[in-house]
């Protein structure tokens, strides 16, 4: 029967640690309970990435035997001293000389080799050489690579492919290994689901634990994940005490933080020791740390971000810790901040970022900051730390990014700051099909965000669709006004379709703006700055309809996608945004017009190479197959180029 759990019994953290003494005193109190890992024997062909228990010493030599290093002849070099250019000697086989090729042994009398290069056949049986000879030219002597005996490769070593080759040379066909760490891994939450589970309200697929797989797989660890288990005490208590029996250590995902259902704190303390519960870092600060049975056992949150972090900072230098092996920081690059960034006092927070090299600078972009965002950190280019009893920083501001790719790729990503649009994302997996690889990176931050970013050098384009009020054009004349003339361009893309996208059936019967106005109605809007926003703004100008009287007005979301799915999940009756959205997410749509969806780019990238590969995408066929797909769009000249 489930454990009853009052409100007055709902877990209180014991503090909130810093990152650093949290992580210091849980390893210290790993190592002091850690008797020796557990060794087995395995076959040196299969051992790539274990780590070695013992020092590894060479059986025999390699060369096992003196072997010529090149194609031609062996001599006795004693007995040809002073030939060169001026003193040819001509040689006979089998009495002066014998042919080899490379790795063939060298024995008495033979003692140098000379590179057939250098032998001028005079007949069947004899050559003339006209080069000086030295004793033991070109021959490997025994030994050259490895002696018999020498240490090959030291315990406590993760073996590498390069360590497989020299251990089979020095004659080692099994090593004795530490045993991977086995990690428990225990999903708990009465709405947990498998992946590929028929999905209702109220249900969430256990994606964190299959994430844990995988990190702890890379670490070095073997993983061993369990059932999903409901919110009941005594069904938990029961798959921790088997998970503790049957593992290293044991993690337990969800049930960390302070609800009356989160069981996890008090199982622990009552089958063992709560070292830490909180830790002051944002996101993942429900995070407990403690041991059963002398046993690792860390309870990681339910958020996906979350537990990401925690994952990262604890479970990690865990696993290494238990195969000797160091936790070696990721490289870092000074990047600059292309928007201002805020935070709280009380956390050491980490910020997920995208990052590109523009202008010979990198320009890292933050991303969204939800604990339970999980695409920022498929997005994330590096991580920015910030610091407790720090505000944030300025826009403008260098700041250091710890990398999550290699710098390789961030120098080879074209940066976009601006609106958004679907195709973005098609465009992103084009360009990173071209033999180039290029990666693209998009920040959505409106159309006027997007120029502002561009003015400060900060992106290489810029999408936007803004209309200019007096002229009624697109682009061209905002362009002008913000940036003026002789430094920007403009490569045109496609038209787009701006509507109303209302649910299916159009429930409400809204027609026009002028409905969004009547009692019941609610809507969601653009952020400032959007494209849309401006046109939603324009159009209820030339009605004279006040947006005080629009309910939602203020609700501002950052992606037609984001409108879109609010509308299909019902939080909202209607929202704007561009028809191929509301396509996509099943809606109906009212069309309100065309608009012109572009890109700004400064004149000198225009022969950027990773500019010239976005141009060559947006005017391919697979982009407007794509567009055309997904309907809502029109190609006049996509990849026109307009200077300013």
Partial sequence: MAKIVDISERNLYLKNEDLDDAVSK?????????????????????????????????????????????????????????????????LTLHEDFEFVDTGDVIEEPYNAVVMIEDVVTVDDAHVRIAKPVALWQHVRPIGEDIVAGELIVPAFHKLRAMDIGALLAGGILEVAVLKKPRAG???????????????EKGKIIDSNTRMFEALIKEYGGEPARYAPVPDDYAVIKAAIQKAVAENDMVLISAGSSAGTEDYTRALVEELGEVAIHGVAIKPGKPAILGFIEGKPVIGIPGYPVSAYFVFENFVKPVILGMTHQLNVSRPVIKATLSKRLMSTLKYLEFVRMKCGKVGGRFVATPLDRGAGVTMSLVNADGILRVPKNIEGYEAGQEVDIELLRPVEEIENTLVTIGSHDVMIDIMANILHKNKKLVNLSSAHVGSLGGIMAFKKGECHLTPTHLLDEETGVYNIPVIRKYLGGGKAAL???????????????????????????????????????????????????????????????????????????????????????????????????????????????????????KVQ???????????REALTELGGYGFDAPGKVVLI
């Fill in 26 to 90: 849980y390893l210290k109190m790993t190592e002091a309970g850690r008797t020796r890992a557990a060794e087995e024997t395995v076959p040196v062909t299969g051992c790539l990435g274990i780590v070695t228990a013992e020092p590894v010493f060479a059986k025999i030599s390699s060369p096992y035997y003196n072997a010529s290093a090149m194609d031609g002849i062996c001599v006795k070099a004693l007995e040809i001293v002073g030939v060169d250019e001026r003193s040819p000697r001509v």
């Fill in 185 to 199: 891994i225990i999903p708990t939450g009465t709405e947990i689901v498998e992946a590929g589970s028929p999905m």
């Fill in 491 to 609: 490569i045109k893309g496609v038209k787009r379709v701006q509507g109303f996208m209302i649910p299916k059936g159009n429930p409400k019967n809204i027609k026009s703006i002028e409905d969004l106005t009547r009692d019941g109605v609610t809507f969601v809007n653009r952020q400032r700055g959007a494209g849309t926003r401006v046109l939603f703004d324009y159009l209820l100008k030339k009605k004279g309809i006040d947006p005080s009287q629009i309910v939602g007005y203020d609700r501002e979301l950052n992606t037609h996608m984001m409108v879109a799915s609010a509308v299909q999940s019902g939080s909202c009756d209607v929202g704007m945004g561009v028809l191929s959205a509301a396509n996509m997410m099943g809606l109906d749509f009212i069309p309100v017009g065309d608009e012109e969806y572009d890109f700004i780019v400064a004149q000198e990238n225009l022969e950027d190479e």
């Fill in 613 to 623: 590969a976005f141009l060559e995408a947006l005017r391919g066929s697979e982009l």
